[in-house]
């Protein structure tokens, strides 16, 4: 069973379109995120949900909008895609991080956007 | 920024030998996490080390941790071919999250 399950894995679409990646995990935990990695591998956080709950919100356009139905889900919107959108995007989920032990993230397989 | 920075971007070695990367971060933290990346995959956790600790051993990885330099060290003994992957370090403290830009690792066999 996969734990942190992402889909599509491959989306191709033209600038200015809007699409949805999906993100669901089955391992009980109450935060997930939306990384992107660019071409360098650099690897930046976008989102972080809590229960449901928006919790970090690093520098991302508003383009962008994330949205969680459950704590197992968090899928992520992207509205008028730009060239600059082409990346690997990852979806991720952790136990909430106190005493810094239970915060191990396990990752999904990775969408890869190409806007054209 | 808050991300950390591996070094050196790039270790090729052969099969059989150490391979040795570090990590350095800029903000206080709570742990130091390694994780592992092969091509076209996600990240996989390999390794913890709290704050309070200086050195941690699993398998055939051994860590350091140096707070008073903010760096860490990713040890990685008699490397496998299955070892050749993309290396990362991440820091934060709670749910506050930051990579680091990544040590590619080939192991020759």
């Known amino acids: 069973d996969t734990a942190v399950s992402q889909t599509p894995k491959y989306l191709v679409t033209q600038m200015g379109n809007d699409k949805s990646i999906k993100c669901e995990q089955n391992?009980?935990?109450?935060?997930m995120y939306w990384y992107k990695q660019d071409s360098k591998k650099f690897l930046k956080i976008m989102f972080s949900?809590?229960?449901?709950?928006?919790?970090i919100n690093e520098t991302v356009p508003n383009r962008f909008s994330p949205k969680s139905p459950d704590k197992a889900h968090l899928n992520l919107h992207i509205n008028s895609l730009e060239l600059g959108d082409s990346a690997v995007y990852f979806c991720a989920s952790s136990h909430r991080g106190r005493d810094g032990g239970k915060n191990i993230q396990y990752f999904g397989a990775g969408t890869r956007l190409s806007v054209l | 920024s808050q991300q950390g920075e591996e070094d050196p971007q790039a270790l090729s070695i052969q099969e059989g030998e150490n391979a040795t990367m570090n990590c350095s971060y800029k903000?206080?933290?709570?742990?130091l996490q390694w994780y592992r990346q092969n091509s076209g995959r996600g990240l996989v956790h390999l390794i913890l080390i709290r704050s309070n600790e200086r050195e941690k051993h699993s398998g055939r990885l051994r860590v350091t941790l140096d707070t008073s330099k903010k760096s860490s060290s990713l040890l990685i003994t008699a490397s496998r071919a299955a070892d050749t992957a993309s290396y990362f370090c991440a820091t934060g403290t709670g749910n506050q999250f930051y990579f680091g830009t990544g040590t590619s690792l080939t192991v020759i066999p």
């Open positions: 903000t206080s933290i709570n742990n």
């Open positions: 391992l009980g935990h109450d935060t």
């Open positions: 949900y809590n229960n449901k709950e928006l919790i």
